[in-house]
């Protein structure tokens, strides 16, 4: 067993239940667990095997990212000034090229520009599968980067011919992706407290996929403990069009009908829900992933995340495919969270089916501290943990370090937990996660990353020549 004392924590904000900010602080981790947090008067006096000085820095919890397709990062800056259905249509036959070396690429990157930026656990929605590729890929790349990861099977099974958008050379038979998902979850899924891997079952979307298999996938997940479900809903009117021509539902009906709404269930996006769909998420605990940056750059709306929130939605934060976001960074999604709440429309609308209503026009719609929180416990919550998200004696020992003494923080002494959204983004210049060191002065402690960007680019010269 080893023991890390970290001390002199210029503010150690904690997340916890009480919200506590403590200056001068301390944190005692025993192997990859908490076992005490206070001032360095309290601990500083404890034995360690290593102690660490953090006496200019702020210290909070990791951050979570809940909707990812990292995949995309061989995509960035392509179809820049269309809206979805455009972008998704040009960039499918791109996406039919992956293999396993260009996920595996991708993934090392998506999950290095997330450790840069504070993130200690995500999920990463799968749902382009082509060429024998297997979400066993991205699950390697995370164990061997070391980040907490809740690996999404994604599919898509309903292509052109069926009447759905992909094009059929990006689908899958349905009785492959069911038998598969078994197969990853009896394989990769660890559902003790700590655990470094769950699986996800994650059926794409309305628009690529069978009722048939959304009650499959959720009769499968709900047969293992701790094996979620998550989609996209509600994130273009064309998807609403869609589910009411198809279906006669609106995209909640739809999901409601399909047994997928729960405490076990979030969905991406999620803006066009009516209020009354919003009490509906309330009183089933779904879930949902705000992901600002791709809403804005697709220009579809903004989601009503502070009614959602009033109402007790478990709302977290989500960087969105680096196709559609172009990054990937938790103090950009956070900062964007909270910038865009304030401009959105100063009352709840939209009751009407296909509204763009939102809530906020004022800059009270959304403090600082309420996006940090979003991007840690909220996140914590729609991954069902209750292991990660805050610093506490018995949790994870996920924690990040930024380094106050920088041009982007001078002159933040009064706040320096709010500055981390109000002026960022930044890197971080410690990151553990599980109790391991990830960045230690600013630099990855085992991860090349020169290698992995030769390998990236490599992949993309050879995937662009399709």
Not at 252 to 276: C, K, Q, T
Request: net charge negative; glycine share 10%.
């Amino acid at each position: 067993m080893s023991t890390l004392l970290v001390k002199n924590i210029a503010l150690l904000a904690t997340f916890d239940d009480g919200r506590r900010e403590i200056p001068d602080g301390a944190l005692l981790v025993r192997d990859n667990v908490i076992e005490a947090v206070g001032t360095t008067h309290e601990l500083g006096g404890r034995r360690a095997d290593r102690a660490l000085d953090l006496s200019c820095h702020i210290v909070m919890p990791g951050m979570v990212n809940t909707h990812h397709h990292m995949y995309q990062n061989l995509t960035r800056v392509m179809v820049q000034d269309d809206e979805l259905l455009v972008w998704l249509k040009t960039l499918y036959p791109v996406w039919a090229e992956l293999d396993d070396e260009a996920i595996a690429a991708s993934a090392r990157i998506a999950m290095a520009e997330l450790i840069q930026s504070g993130c200690t656990t995500s999920s990463d929605h799968l749902y382009v599968l082509p060429n024998d590729c297997t979400l066993d890929t991205t699950i390697e790349v995370a164990r061997e980067i070391g980040l907490r990861f809740h690996a999404a099977r994604g599919a898509m099974s309903r292509g052109e011919s069926q009447g759905g958008l992909p094009p059929d050379r990006c689908v899958e038979k349905e009785e492959d992706i069911l038998k598969d998902a078994e197969r990853l979850i009896h394989r990769y899924h660890d559902n003790s407290r700590h655990s470094m891997s769950r699986i996800v079952l994650a059926p794409c979307s309305p628009f690529s996929v069978t009722p048939g298999l959304m009650q499959e996938a959720a009769a499968i997940a709900r047969a293992h403990p701790g094996v979620h479900l998550h989609s996209h809903l509600a994130e273009e009117l064309f998807e609403e069009t869609y589910c009411q021509e198809i279906y006669g539902k609106r995209p909640v009906e739809f999901a409601e009908s399909v047994g997928w709404l729960g405490p076990d269930v979030w969905f991406a996006h999620a803006i066009f829900l009516s209020s009354a769909e919003i009490d509906r998420f309330a009183e089933t605990g779904t879930g949902v992933a705000h992901c600002p940056s791709a809403n804005m750059r697709c220009g579809q709306g903004i989601a009503k995340i502070r009614e959602m929130l009033d109402k007790g939605v478990n709302v977290g934060l989500g960087v969105d495919g680096s196709a559609s976001n172009d990054t990937s960074n938790m103090f950009m999604e956070a900062r964007l969270a909270m910038m865009l709440q304030r401009v959105a429309p100063h009352k709840y609308l939209s009751e009407a089916p296909g509204g763009r209503g939102g809530f906020g026009g004022t800059p009270k719609a959304l403090s600082a501290r309420e996006a940090l929180e979003l991007a840690t416990r909220g996140g914590a919550r729609l991954l069902g943990r209750d292991d990660i998200g805050y610093l506490a004696p018995g949790m994870s020992a996920d924690f990040i370090a930024v380094n106050l003494n920088q041009l982007g923080l001078s002159g933040t002494e009064r706040d320096p937990l709010a500055a981390l959204v109000l002026c960022g983004p930044f890197r971080v210049e410690y990151s553990f996660i599980n109790g391991k060191e990830n960045i230690a002065k600013g630099a990855f402690t085992g991860f090349d990353v020169e290698a992995a960007l030769a390998r990236h680019r490599k992949t993309m010269d050879r995937l662009h020549r399709y």
